[in-house]
């Protein structure tokens, strides 16, 4: 059974829009990337049980804890954001200090007292409100836990009452994985956990809530910033994956069919259980675009996606379309596909699934090649 430490600190946006692409949310243009100075983090490098560069697609922190006496740990200190090393509290500041926050402090440079705190976290910046919002976990979010987003956790017994804070890893469908600092079980550390994700759907827009936040306890919400969002996650650069192109936000990949592929989706060739779907997933995959959502949510995504095009004339090329662009959101009942060519030309329509993908698809849903272990 998990426990958590007290996770004291220290001493010291709507679903996309609906045009996706230049409208959905991707940071067009270069990014101004931040670089502040190295923090003095003098603890025991068998102590790293995560690295950075094994979550967040390369772009973590690394993960501490102390494999003696697992949340037992002393009062090591964190220089320049002051930190309390092991907490939970610092490894969300360490990633957050990665592009500009200095701890979380309030205007007045009081800096936040628990991870429960974090409710308030649109207080912790300057000026206020600027770059941080929180959402509800109370199935009024219009915006879903995004990779890089906190999940905050409410204070309880599990965790003396002070509350947990943990970093969104990617987010698959029905599932969200965090990485976290400070859970201390009975066994070796737990720097990973899940978390259940639900959404409804009220008169088109979807509601986004977490139904069960696993080792961490339940979720109040979660703390989005663009920051983060803009300078560890987007990709607004297009790539290519084979012949497919594609770039991304913080909630989806955007797919660029090419007109061979968006032809042999109408043929069929994308069938329930063809092999080629596993081709498409696999050339998103090995070209990065997965980093922060799973393998088995593409290929579900793009075999709804082929269903459509043989369905609606809007994407057929029957009908005169040449090509099809979508967006493989992370999670969420609504996909967006824009045809070129054909009654529908250059708009993006939007599309319902009856249900979440799966973060890991059961086997009856798996195509017959099964994908790669």
């Known amino acids: 059974m998990a426990r958590l430490a007290a996770c004291l600190l220290l001493v010291s946006s709507t679903i996309l ?19 502040p100075p190295s923090l003095e983090i003098n603890l025991p490098k068998n102590h790293i049980v995560l690295s950075y ?6 772009r973590g922190v690394d993960v501490y804890y102390d494999t003696s006496k697992p949340c037992k740990h002393g009062t090591a200190t964190i220089k320049v954001i002051d930190t309390y090393a092991y907490e939970c509290v610092d490894l969300a500041a360490r990633l957050y200090y990665k592009v500009g926050y200095n701890n979380f402090r309030r205007s007045d440079g009081t800096p936040v007292g628990t991870a429960s705190d974090l409710v308030n976290a649109e207080e912790f910046q300057t000026p206020k409100g600027d770059r941080l919002r929180f959402y509800p976990n109370n199935s009024s979010a219009d915006r879903p836990p995004a990779p890089g987003d906190l999940l905050v956790f409410k204070a309880s017994a599990q965790n003396g009452y002070f509350g947990h804070v943990a970093v969104v890893n990617w987010v698959a469908g029905n599932t969200l994985e965090y990485v976290q600092q400070n859970v201390c079980p009975t066994g070796p550390p737990e720097p990973r956990g899940r978390a259940n994700l ?19 306890g339940s979720v109040a919400g979660w703390v989005h910033s663009d920051l983060i969002k803009q300078q560890l996650i987007d990709q607004p650069e297009m790539r290519r994956a084979g012949d497919i192109r594609w770039n991304r936000d913080d909630t989806a990949v955007y797919v660029y069919l090419s007109p061979a592929r968006t032809r042999a989706a109408a043929l069929g060739a994308w069938g329930d259980q063809d092999v080629a779907l596993l081709e498409f997933a696999d050339l998103l995959k090995e070209a990065g675009a997965l980093s922060f959502t799973t393998y ?3 290929w579900q995504i793009a075999n709804q996606v082929s269903k459509w095009i043989r369905s609606d004339r809007r994407l057929n090329p029957a009908s005169g379309v040449r090509s099809v662009d979508f967006t493989l959101k992370y999670t969420g009942q609504i996909i967006w596909v824009r045809p070129w060519g054909g009654p529908a030309n250059g708009k993006w329509i939007p599309f319902v699934m009856e249900d979440l993908a799966f973060a890991y698809a059961p086997a009856w849903k798996r195509p017959k090649a099964g994908p790669p272990e």
């Open 17 to 35: 829009a609906t045009s996706p692409v230049s409208g959905q949310g991707i940071q067009q243009g270069a990014v101004l990337r931040f670089s």
């Open 53 to 58: 560069k094994d979550w967040l697609g390369g």
């Open 198 to 216: 639900e959404v409804k759907l009220d008169n088109g827009k979807q509601l986004f809530s977490i139904t069960d936040g696993g080792s961490g």
């Open 296 to 298: 088995d949510l593409a």
